[in-house]
């Protein structure tokens, strides 16, 4: 009995389980017989996204157009495809690889008759099954309600006719069955509560720059390898699967270098091709850890044969919240799972706008401790050389120094303590020197 009633459940399961056929519009140029590479990447993701969400693809449509549609996105003979394809693959839905206007939306949905999602709603969909702090679900409420706010009339039909399924979850069918005044209400309480959090974030923030402790924040594309790495080298215990956005919360860790100095690792959330602006403002107090970083350790999967476009994904990112090549901060790459490929792939794999390129595999180790050296390395330029004895009487002095810098010689002599080691220019103070005092550097 208890076998048939789990077979029924089995079978209920494979039942709810949505399928979706997605499109797209490839509007580079090519033949009607030729997709771009560009746009099958795009496809490929947002299939490995659709899958992170819990449905499944069953069938693509691309169309070569000189542009996209106002109207329905696609030409009114496509549309036309789409509807033989729904009818004989069975699909639940339709997901756009590009983000429908609402009017779009309306318009496929009264032409389809089913459920009809674009990559932004299933990318928002992904985060807020993800989310897992306060902050994270503050944030994604935020930009949901922000996104569904002009989407309202279009939405709540094809909701109340197909009811729930990837693309709904979240604020859900109840936020959207209230008016826009409600929504513009709650929204600025979201933003107010958001607004505290990132005041405990900023203090935060702020008692480690006085602490001294660098930071070095890991960015990167999604499931570039980025928790695996923290979890290699701190032993966060951070969740690691082969899925995008894995994780969303960023997570902060301790690590000591070679040297003996103590550093914090901080975890961003992984970028992706056409994120959704309104996650970008959302997400902004969590992105911005990036920014008061002192080293930007750059994560990309060697294994990825689209790696060089994900590289500018990521740039592109940083420099919408203002961090780039004019913001001084220096930048390491890591090209990942490389025990994945064999050396010839590696040829060519290269950052040029790094300041230093390693490639390493966190899954195994190999090459970790070279990027440390490569940290303690950056870190190092960051600091200033001393030569100083400190009197016996001052020995709490060099707890400093241990505990924030990097010691190179250190001596017992009969008047003091003889410190040699690079330390942040941020304690010369504490330690009562001064760049003007000659005889201490």
């Not at 949505?18 to 496809?43: H, N, P, R, W």
């Not at 008016?179 to 974030?201: F, H, M, P, T």
């Not at 690792?265 to 403002?281: A, N, S, Y």
Request: negative net charge; hydrophobic residues 35%; aromatic residues 6%.
């Amino acid at each position: 009995m208890a076998d048939r009633k789990s077979t029924i459940y089995d079978l209920e399961a494979e039942k709810i389980k949505e399928k979706i056929i997605i499109f797209a519009a490839d509007t580079g140029g090519y033949t009607q017989k030729e997709v771009s590479l560009e746009i099958q990447a795009s496809l490929d993701e947002l299939t490995e996204l659709i899958d992170t969400a819990g449905a499944e693809v069953v069938g693509r449509l691309v169309q070569n157009r000189d542009r996209i549609a106002n109207d329905l996105y696609l030409g009114r003979g496509k549309v036309e495809e789409l509807r033989e394809m729904i009818y004989e693959l069975g699909a639940t839905g339709v997901c756009c690889d590009d983000e429908l206007s609402p009017a779009q939306l309306m318009n496929l949905q009264d032409a389809l008759d089913i459920k009809v999602m674009d990559r932004t709603m299933v990318i928002l969909d992904i985060f807020a099954a993800h989310a897992g702090s306060y902050e994270g679900k503050l944030q994604v409420e935020l930009a949901q309600l922000k996104f569904r706010a002009t989407r309202l009339v279009g939405m709540r039909d094809s909701l109340s006719r197909l009811g729930g399924g990837i693309g709904t979850r979240g604020p859900g069918e109840k936020k959207l069955e209230i008016d826009r005044r409600v929504i513009r209400d709650r929204i600025s309480r979201l933003k107010a509560e958001l607004r505290n959090v990132e005041s405990q974030r900023s203090q935060q923030r702020k008692q480690r720059q006085r602490s001294a402790v660098p930071v070095v924040g890991i960015v990167g594309y999604t499931n570039a390898g980025k928790s695996t790495l923290l979890n290699a080298l701190t032993g966060a215990g951070v969740l690691q699967e082969d899925k995008l956005f894995a994780t969303l919360d960023p997570k902060t860790r301790g690590y000591k270098l070679p040297g003996g100095q103590n550093i914090l690792l901080t975890d961003t959330v992984g970028f992706i091709r056409k994120l959704p602006h309104h996650l970008v403002e959302a997400f902004g107090s969590t992105l911005e850890e990036a920014k008061y970083c002192d080293v930007i350790l750059h994560v990309v999967d060697a294994s990825d044969e689209n790696w060089d476009k994900n590289i500018e994904t990521v740039y592109g990112t940083l420099k919408q919240l203002k961090i780039d090549e004019n913001s001084g901060k220096p930048v390491i790459t890591v090209f990942n799972k490389i025990d994945r490929i064999s050396k010839d792939d590696l040829v060519g794999v290269r950052d040029l706008r790094a300041d230093k390129t390693l490639y390493i595999s966190a899954a195994t180790g190999q090459g970790l401790s070279e990027l440390a050296s490569a940290i303690e390395e950056i870190l190092r330029n960051q600091k200033s050389y001393i030569r100083h004895t400190f009197a016996y009487s001052e020995a709490g002095l060099t707890g400093l120094i241990h505990k924030y810098g990097e010691i190179q010689t250190e001596e017992y002599l009969d008047d003091g303590i003889f410190i040699e080691a690079y330390v942040p220019k941020s304690i010369l103070g504490k330690l009562g020197l001064s760049f003007d005092d000659e005889a201490d550097f």
